[in-house]
Antibody
């Protein structure tokens, strides 16, 4: 069964750091485009970052320079290192597997999400 | 960045009736549009990609149409399990992909 399980969320003070992890099963992370998507309370999803199968990475402007996406091929795991956290980063963070078309990607597998709350 | 606008914000429908949800893009996304369903406390679930192709396991009562800037998700006969929030997402100009703000379908 294809599955994504996130961990690492929690309550953190502004300016702090967190590292999210996403363990994949049923497929190989390194052979896929993988994304992080977040959703603030009562809002629509917001794309955060993607890592291509070839290793290229891209970020939303709102997190560029603060967040880093990576993967551990030996553990079939995706990570998101989040530094300099702000109140506006408060959201449920979803790990996602992307499907690829000529133009772009959509998500066909979502994790259950992990909640990040940035507050003093 | 392409802005996706969904309407209405809330749609009240009786079970068995048809629901029609709209999604508009701020510029053409051709047919590079997906629809997702989200129930409370759950992750979104892929329904449609390529504007009109149902994802694996999605019932035939869900259909998508449109291209360019105007898109529609139709649920032909609402079942109790269909009451949820629906999001559209463009993937024509990416990154970033962008999502709409959602349409909530609730029981009339």
């Amino acid at each position: 069964e294809v599955q994504l399980v996130e961990s690492g969320g929690g309550l953190i003070q502004p300016g702090g750091s967190l590292r999210l992890s996403c363990a994949a099963s049923g497929f190989t992370v390194s052979s896929n485009y993988m994304s992080w998507v977040r959703q603030a309370p009562g809002k629509g999803p917001e794309w955060v970052s993607v890592i291509y199968s070839g290793g290229s990475t891209y970020y939303a402007d709102s997190v560029k320079g603060r967040f880093t996406i990576s993967r551990d091929n030996s553990k079939n795991t995706l990570h998101l290192q989040m530094n300099s956290l702000r109140a506006e980063d408060t959201a449920v963070y979803y790990c996602a597997r992307d499907r690829i078309a000529a133009a772009g990607t959509w998500v066909d597998v979502w994790g259950q999400g992990t909640t990040v709350t940035v507050s003093s | 960045e392409i802005v996706m606008t969904q309407s209405p914000a809330t749609l009240s429908v009786s079970p068995g009736e048809r629901a029609t949800l709209s999604c508009r893009a701020s510029q053409s996304v051709r047919s590079n549009l997906a629809w997702y369903q989200q129930k409370p406390g759950q992750a979104p679930r892929l329904l449609i990609y390529g504007a009109s192709t149902r994802a694996t396991g999605i019932p035939a009562r869900f259909s998508g149409s449109g291209s360019g800037t105007e898109f529609t998700l139709t649920i032909s006969s609402l079942q109790s399990e269909d009451f949820a929030v629906y999001y559209c997402q463009q993937y024509n100009n990416w990154p970033p992909v962008t999502f709409g703000q959602g349409t909530r379908v609730d029981i009339k």
